[in-house]
């Protein structure tokens, strides 16, 4: 996939002043600091674009970025980062929720999980949390410069183990690291499928005569998430 735009439409503060439903969302969520707005930028190919810090928490403001004029980037804050209270805590925010729950153009999430760690219980609970909403979902563990190749398989082996229980089939699983930029293919490839799916998403009664599909993209990534579970598709 070739990615020529990625503009910037706006930081909601929450679900009622998102951008319409018109085009397909992909959203990244997962710890604060996992490397979100990073592996944001890695795939936009642009630097900068959403807020990088190494402060827990900078995003507070779900960002959304346009691809394309077709499907769009959207940043949201993290979870797991309560100032001045206890840490570790499930702590999400009500705002991300709301978004994650109830968006209806979000076609997938890239929920997203630190390499060089052991599976934490509080992105342990995350996940729980999406299978039980039915969000469709990837893995990706990020960061994966800054241990060896051997760590990474151990971590991503000991959190599969861990969450392999919630599902028939396994959530897709993913590496990157914003540093080398690996990942990235492998990444636009998904939101590639997905859109091919999306695209492809028509019930037949709601063809029109002339046998051009009318469904609104809300209608196509209700119907596109109805076809799970796939063992072609990556959730
Ligand atoms: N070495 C390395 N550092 C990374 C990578 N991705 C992000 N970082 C660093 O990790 C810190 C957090 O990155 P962000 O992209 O701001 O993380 P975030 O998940 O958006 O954080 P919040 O918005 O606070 O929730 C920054 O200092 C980044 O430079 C990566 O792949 N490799
Ligand atoms: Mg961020």
Redesign the pocket.
Known sequence: MNISSVIFDRSAPDLESCPDESLPEFAFI?R???????LLNLLAGEQGLAR????????KLINVFTVDQCWRLVDL??YGFAQGSRKNTLRFNRVVNDYLENRPNLCLVFALIESGLAPQEIDLKFVEWLVRRAVPFVLVF??T??VSAAVVQKNIAAFTDRISAWFEKLPAVFT????TRQGRQALLGVIDGEMAAINTAVQPAQVSPDNSPELSVEARVRENRKRRPDLHRPW
């Open positions: 997962g604060s600091n996992v490397g979100k707005s990073s990088v810090s190494p402060t827990p928490g900078f995003t804050p993290g990020t960061k410069d800054k990157s690291s914003a540093e």
